[in-house]
């Protein structure tokens, strides 16, 4: 019983994953099979490596900015942690799942989409259509208890990122990377 209890809550993680990567994987193969390849949504084998240190750099200078921002908030009496954390799992395997599965596969699902396809096609109309619609439709597809403010935020940093580098790796990066620290203030607070 405590199987099957068990299977059941892991159900939606899973098939969570799976959908992410399938639509990873059939996004590639379509850009794949045009003349440009995947550089036609921000990835190339030959800059992957770069776009990891870049996406490093980026996430430690929004780490500080926020860790700046929480001390500030924390000063004012408000408990910073509370206004980023998310609903956790409670067993060991589920919050494994969790970070794999939001804290990798669906940063790359994700971005791919929203910045490597949704960003780069409203581009064409400027840099404000693009982050206003790519922004848009990322904070709605994400469901939220209060406030999208920190998708909003994020799905705009991720649009300048893109915006300044070009390279999809990344926003990769500082996608994982944020999902990672979300999920730890959320589990250790």
């Not at 099979?33 to 995947?38: L, N, P, S, T």
């Not at 084998?45 to 776009?51: C, H, V, Y």
């Amino acid at each position: 019983m405590v199987t099957v209890h068990l299977h059941l809550q892991l159900y939606p993680l899973i098939i969570t994953g799976m959908a992410r990567t399938v639509q990873a994987l059939v996004i590639f193969w379509i850009v794949s099979e045009r003349d440009v390849g995947i550089a036609a949504i921000g990835l190339s084998k030959a800059t992957l490596l770069q776009g990891l240190k870049k996406g490093l750099l980026w996430s430690a200078g929004f780490g500080l900015v926020v860790a700046l921002a929480g001390t500030v908030i924390y000063l004012a009496g408000i408990n910073p942690a509370k206004l980023i954390q998310s609903s956790m799992p409670v067993k060991p395997v589920q919050i494994a799942l969790l970070f794999c599965i939001g804290g990798i596969i669906g940063p790359v699902a994700e971005e791919i989409f929203f910045r490597g396809i949704l960003y780069s096609f409203f581009r064409r109309w400027g840099i404000f259509s693009a982050l206003l619609v790519s922004t848009l439709v990322f904070v709605m597809i994400h469901p939220v208890r209060g406030p999208a403010v920190t998708q909003a935020i994020g799905g705009i940093l991720f649009g300048i990122a893109f915006e300044v580098e070009k390279n999809l790796m990344v926003l990769i990066t500082i996608h994982a990377l944020g999902n990672m620290a979300i999920f730890t203030i959320s589990a250790v607070f």
